[in-house]
């Protein structure tokens, strides 16, 4: 399923135009997207939860050289599943 299928599938199931669909798909990823951006999470209850994790900085190497580099710290999204999504999975 990719964006514009959960678009015709959220318009389906709640009876909303496509464009207000498309709307409220809109809102919900613009709306987690900025609370982690602030470093926030989101946690959607039998869902899961949406959050930011920090990745420590580290010392790699270059494989064509061999030269020791530095990889600095960094940020990634992170989503863990909740108990309902596990169960529905199974």
Do not use: C, H
Not at 28 to 51: A, D, K, P, Q
């Amino acid at each position: 399923m990719n964006k514009n299928d959960l678009i015709a599938a959220v318009a389906a199931s709640a009876g909303f135009s496509k464009a207000d669909a498309t709307q409220a798909v809109e809102g919900v990823f613009n709306t987690i997207t900025s609370e982690m951006s602030g470093g926030g999470e989101v946690r959607l209850v039998g869902f899961g939860t949406f959050s930011v994790s920090t990745r420590k900085a580290s010392t790699g190497r270059n494989p064509q050289t061999q030269e020791v580099i530095q990889i600095p710290e960094t940020k990634q999204p992170k989503f863990k599943a909740g108990k309902g999504l596990k169960d529905s999975v199974k």
